[in-house]
T-cell receptor
């Protein structure tokens, strides 16, 4: 069965700093990959997704992620964070032949103004 | 984009009572829906996969007799928490699949007193 690991549980950055959140998955087949964000008190929102094609995926709000198949990784990046990026970030994977999405444990991002 | 709604958005019930949560796909038909559970400051844990017209598939460790799922139509799935106890207090999130996309509802916060 597939699983997702997010090694950073809590990341604290200052505004304008660059961000990279790690995500590794374990599954040998073809996968779909996702990053979701959950702002305080709000519901889940899709930041970006990878199904196929260009491994560098651009999402909303200036976020991007790179799928590196050889490393089973799908790290999330943003060149310059803002205070409003304070939220919980979840990496998720779906076996492309199945339908269910499995979530990582999440990374809490705190931005110092 | 497609919209998934949940009702109610929050509910408080007494221990021992049952609570029903509805999940609707508003502008598409979903043969497959999913139910997740999220404890405070934790990730989303998949509880079950709901297929229209057939029995739900529960994840390991989820009590199917306690969490009853009914997917009676292509736009509606319900989760009934039977004989609820305080430890069932959580945030319940549904998701509906419109291949290859999957859309998440806003969640239902259940508090059992």
């Amino acid at each position: 069965a597939q699983s997702v690991s997010q090694h950073n549980h809590h990341v604290i950055l200052s505004e304008a700093a660059s961000l990279e959140l790690g995500c590794n998955y374990s599954y040998g087949g073809t996968v779909n990959l996702f990053w979701y964000v959950q702002y305080p008190g709000q519901h889940l929102q899709l930041l970006l997704k990878y199904f196929s094609g260009d491994p560098l995926v651009k999402g909303i709000k200036g976020f991007e992620a790179e799928f590196i198949k050889s490393k089973f990784s799908f790290n999330l990046r943003k060149p310059s964070v803002q205070w409003s990026d304070t939220a919980e970030y979840f990496c998720a994977v779906r076996d492309s032949s199945a339908s269910k999405i499995i979530f990582g444990s999440g990374t809490r991002l705190s931005i110092r103004p | 984009g497609a919209v998934v709604s949940q009702h109610p958005s929050w509910v408080i019930c007494k221990s021992g009572t049952s609570v029903k949560i509805e999940c609707r796909s508003l502008d598409f038909q979903a043969t497959t829906m999913f139910w997740y559970r999220q404890f405070p400051k934790q990730s989303l844990m998949l509880m079950a996969t709901s297929n229209e017209g057939s029995k739900a598939t529960y994840e390991q460790g989820v009590e199917k007799d306690k969490f009853l799922i009914n997917h009676a139509s292509l736009t509606l799935s319900t989760l009934t928490v039977t004989s609820a106890h305080p430890e069932d207090s959580s945030f319940y999130i549904c998701s509906a699949r419109d291949p290859p996309e999957q859309y998440f509802g806003p969640g239902t916060r259940l508090t059992v007193t």
